[in-house]
């Protein structure tokens, strides 16, 4: 089932923070993200695994909410380079690794001077 | 190390005529997958591979066909191509445990 993510879009000034959250209807067992940039390929961010523990960007990350069934992305500070579309992908309860992720229809980030 | 590489980068194909897209990995990863991208409907997973001689469907199989005859290559057909066939293709592999390395994807045009 396609995880849902919101918002669709969102602009915000450089330097100012940004929430972008990934929700199923069922418990996640981890949240992978990517960065797309336009006519580019997406790009690893960040994995949330089950226990909270993050592996990946330095600058950004992401937590459960308490029944996990929703992930947020949190990014700081931001930057122009932030711009782009953020996917989350999520991974079948069954899958063991990283196999088979189904991705959110994307929230597209604009960071303005 | 060229990561995950895609042939050709653009194609305009006539309806009913057939393609094979190429993905190649030097990474040594068991994992390939083929996406498909469309406007408003995020990274949609077509078929996908968990080893060498292995395939699997994935979300929206139908009207492609795949093969992986060596570990670093992963093939995606369209025997008849429809114009709901176009869209933009990216292949990524990983290794176990570990993120999804995507290529530069292909662009295709049905008409």
């Known amino acids: 089932q396609q995880p849902v993510q919101s918002p669709q879009a969102v602009i915000l000034r450089e330097g100012e923070d940004a929430v972008i959250n990934c929700s199923s209807s069922k418990a996640l067992y981890s949240v992978h993200w990517y960065r797309q940039k336009h006519g580019e390929a997406p790009v690893f961010l960040m994995i949330l695994l089950k226990g909270g523990e993050q592996k990946g960007h330095d600058k950004i990350s992401a937590s459960f909410n308490e029944k996990k069934q929703q992930s947020s992305l949190y990014l700081t500070a931001s930057q122009l380079s932030y711009s782009g579309t953020y996917f989350c992908?999520?991974?079948?309860?069954?899958?063991?690794?990283?196999?088979?992720?189904?991705f959110g229809t994307g929230t597209r980030l604009t960071i303005i001077p | 190390n060229a990561g995950v590489t895609q042939t050709p980068k653009f194609r305009v194909l006539k309806t009913g005529q057939s393609m094979t897209l190429l993905c190649a990995q030097d990474m040594n990863h068991e994992y390939m997958y083929w996406y498909r991208q469309d406007p408003g409907m995020g990274l949609r997973l077509i078929h996908y591979s968990v080893g060498e001689g292995t395939t699997a469907k994935g979300e929206v199989p139908d009207g492609y066909n795949v093969s992986r005859l060596k570990k670093q290559n992963f093939l995606l057909g369209l025997e008849s191509a429809a114009p709901s066939q176009t869209s933009v293709y990216f292949c990524a592999s990983n290794s176990r445990g570990h993120e999804q390395y995507f290529g530069p994807g292909t662009r295709l045009t049905v008409t």
């Open positions: 992908g999520t991974p079948h309860p069954s899958n063991f690794g990283n196999e088979k992720l189904t």
